[in-house]
C-alpha cells in the first residue's frame, strides 16, 4: 500500500476524529433521551394520585329504591330469594 502524503494523511486523520465525535455525540444525546424518559415514567408511576374521601354517600333526595334488595326475579332452584312482585300488582 502507498504511503500518502504529510498533507493527506493528516487530512484523512482530521476527518476520522471528526466523524468520531459526531458519532459519540449522537450516542450522548441519545442516553440523555433514554434517561429523561425512563425518569419520566418513573415520576409518573410513582407519584400519588389525588386521593379521595374514604367513603363517598351517594344520597338523592327523593330517590326510593325500585325493588327491596333481598327481593330477585326467579331464575331456578339455585336461587333462594324470594321473588319480586310483578309491576303493577301490590
Do not use: K
Not at 33 to 58: C, D, H, K, M, Y
Amino acid at each position: 500500500m502507498a504511503t500518502l502524503p504529510p498533507d493527506l494523511a493528516r487530512l484523512g486523520d482530521e476527518l476520522t476524529g471528526a466523524a468520531r465525535r459526531a458519532a459519540a455525540r449522537r450516542e450522548r444525546r441519545r442516553r440523555m433521551a433514554v434517561a429523561i424518559a425512563l425518569g419520566a415514567a418513573a415520576f409518573a408511576a410513582l407519584t400519588p394520585a389525588s386521593l379521595g374521601p374514604a367513603q363517598r354517600e351517594l344520597a338523592f333526595a327523593d330517590a326510593a329504591p325500585a325493588a327491596p334488595l333481598s327481593c330477585d326475579r326467579p331464575r331456578g332452584a339455585r336461587f333462594t330469594l324470594a321473588a319480586c312482585p310483578r309491576p303493577g300488582t301490590d
